[in-house]
């Protein structure tokens, strides 16, 4: 017990103990307790509100997609004979392959080919 002599540590800085928070993976509690220090005015933690905001998933309309079931089907079936190459491949079927990424997708891009491609190294 303390007595009234002895001087308490000092108080750590909010931003310092949200980082804190989130190196000891208490995420979710560093994001309760930034948004109660912005209610309260205090905008030392407006930086830490921005990286803990909750991660955004959009989806583009109207575009392709390819049936990575029948992809990954492709990959397994096909791995030994495009090993350490880049493969374009759309519903299971293969596209186009190159040893250099950029102009496999040079190809695709002249093609009308690379929207919706799933493209994969086989390593």
């Given amino acids: 017990m303390r007595t009234v002599n002895e001087a308490l540590p000092p108080p750590i800085p909010p931003a310092e103990h ?5 190196e000891a993976n208490r995420v979710e509690e560093a994001r309760r307790y930034v948004q109660e220090l912005l209610a309260q005015g205090d905008t030392s933690v407006e930086g830490w ?3 803990l905001r909750p991660p955004r998933v959009l989806v583009s309309p109207g575009r392709a997609r390819s049936d990575f079931a029948a992809d ?5 079936e096909n791995r030994q004979a495009y090993l350490d190459r880049w493969v374009a491949l759309q519903d299971g079927k293969l596209l186009d392959s190159d040893v250099a990424l950029r ?6 891009t002249e ?3 690379i929207e919706g491609a799933f493209v994969v190294q086989v390593d």
């Fill in 103 to 108: 102009a496999l997708i040079e190809r695709l």
């Fill in 49 to 51: 509100a921005k990286v």
């Fill in 111 to 113: 093609r009308g080919q």
């Fill in 18 to 22: 949200v980082r804190r928070l989130v």
């Fill in 72 to 76: 990954y089907a492709w990959l397994r």
